[in-house]
């Protein structure tokens, strides 16, 4: 069965460093999305992507964060200088035909 | 806010008995559907469904939707040890761009063998 798949499981970073956290989302999905859940809390939206270019995106994501599909597979979430607070489980989600998200096992940034 | 919230927040129960979550939300929605999270990792859909659906079913869950109300409910039947997981409410509003999931805080549920 198709799946969304992340890298890496986890990344243990210095403040003030550039992360970039990769997915793959499902082949023939069409949009594609980021949560972060901060430990214990909810899933909380970031970015919507379709057609190259961000459909949506929330308060959270400013201007630290940005988001990529350089080459038609990969689906890439940068954040340039990492603070503490950034410390989460980062999810990237594609959508299926029926509006319902497929979900990765995510990424446990944890920010020192 | 479309923000879904969940009720009980943790639930424990014994094998065999049903559970049951309730999820509430403020704005209009095109669809409500429920995930379902195993401590460390990723979401898992369970179900969806549309607004002018008022109930639906899926194995052991059956899950309602009254929009006058702007709730829903998720019921697990004859619950076993490995239903034990967060499971959240999610709503896909009618005035979101790119189809976006605002999701709820979630019930623990813990079921004990």
């Known amino acids: 069965e198709p799946e969304v798949t992340q890298t890496p499981s986890h990344q243990v970073t210095q403040m003030g460093q550039e992360v970039i956290l990769r997915c793959v989302p499902i082949?023939?999905?069409?949009?594609f999305y980021w949560y972060r859940q901060i430990l214990g809390q909810k899933v909380e939206f970031l970015v919507s992507f379709y057609n190259n270019e961000i459909s949506e995106k929330s308060e959270i994501f400013d201007d630290q964060f940005s988001v990529e599909r350089p080459d038609g597979s990969n689906f890439t979430l940068k954040i340039r200088s990492t603070k503490l607070e950034d410390s989460a489980m980062y999810f990237c989600?594609?959508?299926?035909?029926?509006?319902?998200?497929?979900f990765g096992e995510g990424s446990r940034l944890t920010v020192l | 806010s479309q923000q879904g919230e969940e009720d009980p927040q943790a639930l424990s129960i014994q094998e065999g008995e049903n559970a049951t979550m309730n999820c509430s939300y403020k704005?209009?929605?095109?669809?409500l559907q429920w995930y379902r999270q195993n401590s460390g990792r990723g979401l898992v859909h369970l179900i969806l469904i549309r607004s002018n659906e008022r109930e639906k079913h899926s194995g052991r869950l059956r899950v309602t939707l009254d929009t006058s109300k702007k709730s829903s409910s998720l019921l697990i039947t004859a619950s076993r040890a490995a239903d034990t997981a967060s499971y959240f409410c999610a709503t896909d509003g009618i005035y979101n761009q790119g189809g976006k999931l605002i999701f709820g805080q979630g019930t623990e549920l813990s079921v004990k063998p």
């Open positions: 704005t209009s929605i095109n669809n």
């Open positions: 989600a594609s959508r299926g035909a029926r509006g319902e998200l497929f």
């Open positions: 082949s023939n999905h069409l949009y």
